[in-house]
């Protein structure tokens, strides 16, 4: 019998009176399954003392004095990893999170980073996916409705165009057949389900009349509790009925269905409106989680992944993602071996597989975490590229993925993912947890510029028109993903801690791509997902204004009203996500500040704001999905002068203003900000390129026309080898701020585990 989550014992070992033990898979030892959590309780108090030892220490180092000026906020994400029980700091978004700059980081994060005081912090016993807790986290919780069979049809055709096709959980007439028509009856032909220039396989497809469908009985019920009782709660009378156990599998694949497709377009709706349809789909998870087709539960699990990588779940993406992975390997999906399988059976394997791994390698790429498994574990080949509707149970044929087609297919879609996922792993693995290179590679140069060809061909190599998509898939996703790994491998790391005049260039230009695709996204309402969202603009603005500042050829290549018109995009986003993800407001409020001091340093000359052309408030709705004004953006217009609103231009403007607003940082806030930085620069310490820079000293000779400082770049100084050895130590303090980041909150709504009354 399979242990319970109770700890130190289980429910049916402590009613057995024997020890609760596994066995670790290292040792093959047994070891009481409370141990790890024994382990963690001691090292947390090792920590603890560690923390008050150091806080005794008489004198501090240099280097330390430098950097305890954002202590009270690395103390605040580790003081909730201690109270939460999260196997590592809810802060540790690894190496390739993000590019903060030194100083200009320190500062902005200590005026406008998370408040410790007011630090929530989430406990919780669980850490799986136990489907007992989860259907207790929607007691109480509003459920949805089951929607008319022409809604469904339309959230149906959102998610196999935008997500299916991304990642493939679910054979489309497989699905159809199995959860669809068991609820709404016929399969009409004539909507695309990813198959827009094709027509769907009729042959998946047995004759079912409608009286036999859950719909039809389900409307019956609400329509005979309404005649008896007009005034009855709907939704109330719905939770009451006893749905057959025939339909609970499908109840919950159509459900997570819907609330992943409306997460898809999720600044469209109303919040609640996906959350409703996932704790509609909970009422039934227990179902799926045992159900005896493995394959399907796991289908069932990477579906619950998707709708957390974008929506706030119970528990967090990272434990869903887990026990994704444990069920993946326990399958052996990850090797293929001996076992012989139908070639149905197989390439649903696989398909699965490299869902398990595509989402493994996205979140742990965004956040420089481990991945769950070892590039050297994984040896199975891509799924067939053909269209659904010609991978059958009953075909001749041994292996779909030795077949191709000229058809049209959304596999071109999801094969593009897995490969660019492939890439990002290569990246991290190398730049960051700093494996071993490849033997065909004889330096760390030759493996650079092969992989920044390959991803340049990988790019070229994505289909470009719907019609070989066979579905409306939104191609700017694959520009984000090209621009957010070209940051990436440019940027800082582990391999090398400081920039080439290429690199430098490389992460200018490609932090800006994502600036503005994800400012395409949130025009047309279709970023989907929040958390990564925040986090990815953040960085790419973080990235944008780090190559300004230190490299001059960058400074040179973009003028002040191109940095004004791309902090206003990402200012814009991260105020119409601050709905959606708490962390965005802080995010944005720190760009606007760090916006503000690198025009100040880098661009003294530059003319009265006064003269600026700033929006009105009618042309910033024209940016905003629904034409609505974040408060955000409009305290910033109704705050300045008569005149220099007047010369924003009128309602009908419709193209990006030329210099399109000063960052919400007003006077005080800025001289606030640069006296902070000067008690930095003035700390004994050994001088690094902030110093040589001395971004502070130009800071405070303003706007008043004086000569600012000349700043120099890391290239005009390749000679000085001192000055090279400085710029290696800055970029080792730059990579150790990474980790202060202010994606705290981030970690915390999507990454933490709270309790099951959020």
């Keep these: 019998m399979k242990c319970t989550s109770d700890l130190p014992k289980c429910a049916g070992c402590a009613k057995a009176n024997v020890e609760c033990v596994s066995i670790d898979p290292v040792t093959r030892r047994e070891v009481p399954r409370s141990y790890v959590v024994s382990l963690e309780s001691r090292v947390e108090e090792l920590e603890s003392r560690l923390r008050s030892l150091e806080g005794a220490t008489p004198a501090e180092t240099s280097d330390s004095a430098y950097s305890n000026r954002s202590d009270s906020y690395i103390d605040s ?80 055709s959102v998610y196999f165009a935008q997500s299916n096709a991304q990642l493939p959980i679910f054979h489309r007439e497989e699905f159809l057949a199995r959860y669809f028509q068991p609820i709404y009856g016929d399969v009409p032909l004539d909507v695309s389900f990813a198959s827009t220039y094709t027509t769907i396989n009729p042959q998946f497809f047995a004759p079912l009349r409608e009286e036999d469908t859950w719909y039809h009985q389900y409307t019956q019920i609400l329509d005979q509790e309404v005649e008896k009782n007009k005034n009855a709660d709907l939704v109330q009378v719905a939770n009451s009925i006893d749905v057959p156990a025939q339909f609970h599998v499908p109840l919950f694949f159509m459900n997570m269905v819907f609330a992943i497709s409306s997460s898809v377009t999720l600044l469209k709706y109303p919040d609640h409106i996906s959350d409703n349809f996932k704790n509609a789909a909970m009422l039934y998870i227990d179902s799926v989680y045992g159900s005896h087709d493995r394959l399907e539960a796991l289908q069932g699990i990477l579906c619950f992944a998707l709708y957390s990588l974008m929506r706030p779940a119970v528990p967090g993406i990272w434990y869903i993602l887990g026990s994704a992975l444990r069920v993946c390997v326990d399958l052996g999906l990850h090797f293929e071996g001996d076992y012989k399988f139908d070639a149905f059976t197989l390439d649903l394997r696989r398909r699965l597989f490299w869902c398990c791994y595509s989402l493994d390698r996205q979140v742990c790429f965004y956040l420089g975490r481990p991945f769950g498994i070892p590039e050297e574990s994984c040896s199975v080949p891509f799924p067939s590229e053909l269209d659904d509707a010609f991978i059958t149970r009953n075909a001749a044929v041994a292996d779909f993925s030795a077949k191709t087609s000229t058809m049209p297919t959304y596999k071109l879609v999801s094969l593009s993912m897995f490969r660019i996922r492939r890439l990002q792993s290569e990246v ?29 061909q ?21 520009i984000l993903n090209y621009s957010h790994t070209k ?58 204004l780090y190559a300004i500042f230190n490299c001059e050829e960058a400074k040179q290549r973009i003028s002040v009203e191109e940095l004004q018109t791309a902090a206003m995009y990402c200012s814009i986003v991260l105020s119409g996500l601050s709905g959606k993800c708490e962390a965005a407001v802080q995010c944005r409020d720190i760009f606007d500040l760090l916006t503000a001091a690198v025009i100040r340093i ?67 806030e800025l001289t606030t900000f640069f006296e902070e930085l000067n008690k930095l620069e003035s700390m004994p310490s050994s ?42 130590k800055e970029g080792q303090k730059i990579y150790k701020m990474i980790f202060q980041v202010p994606t705290e909150s981030i970690w915390e709504q999507f990454f933490a585990n709270p309790g099951v009354d959020q």
């Design 77 to 156: 994400v580790q003081n909730s990893t201690a109270a939460s029980g999260s196997k590592a700091p809810p802060s540790f978004m690894g190496a390739s999170s993000g590019i903060p700059f030194s100083k200009l980081m320190v500062t902005a994060l200590n005026l406008r980073g998370p408040d410790s005081s007011s630090h929530k912090v989430h406990t919780s016993d669980q850490s799986i996916m136990d489907p007992s807790v989860l259907k207790k986290t929607v007691a109480g919780s509003n459920i949805a409705l089951l929607p008319p069979k022409q809604q469904a049809l339309s959230l149906l």
């Design 602 to 668: 880098r661009y003294a000359n530059f003319v009265d704001p006064v003269a600026v052309n700033l929006p009105s408030t009618e042309q910033i709705k024209q940016f905003q999905p629904g034409n609505h004004v974040n408060e955000h953006l409009k305290d910033l217009v109704s705050s300045l002068p008569a005149t220099m609103r007047s010369l924003g231009g009128g309602p009908d403007f419709a193209a990006p203003p030329s210099k399109p607003y000063e960052p919400a940082t007003n006077e005080s």
């Design 428 to 456: 991290q693995s190398i730049l960051y947890d700093k494996r071993e290179l490849p033997r065909r590679f004889a330096s760390l140069e030759d493996w650079h510029a092969d992989i920044s060809r390959r991803l340049d």
């Design 458 to 478: 990988w790019k070229a190599d994505t289909p470009q028109s719907p019609r070989k998509m066979n579905c409306d898939f939104i191609h700017e996703f694959f």
């Design 487 to 544: 940051v990436i491998l440019n940027g800082l790391s582990p391999r090398s801690f400081s920039l080439t005049l290429e690199n430098y260039m490389n992460v200018l230009e490609a932090s800006k791509d994502i600036i503005y695709s994800y400012y395409e996204l949130f025009q047309s309402q279709v970023i989907n997902y929040t958390w990564a969202a925040t986090h990815n603009l953040f960085m790419a603005g973080s990235s944008f």
């Design 687 to 728: 001088r690094s390129p902030s110093d040589i820079h001395s971004p502070a000293k130009a800071a405070r000779l303003g706007p008043s026309g004086e000569s600012p400082l000349q700043l120099k770049s890391p290239s005009d100084m390749a000679y000085d080898q001192n000055v090279d050895r400085r710029l290696s």
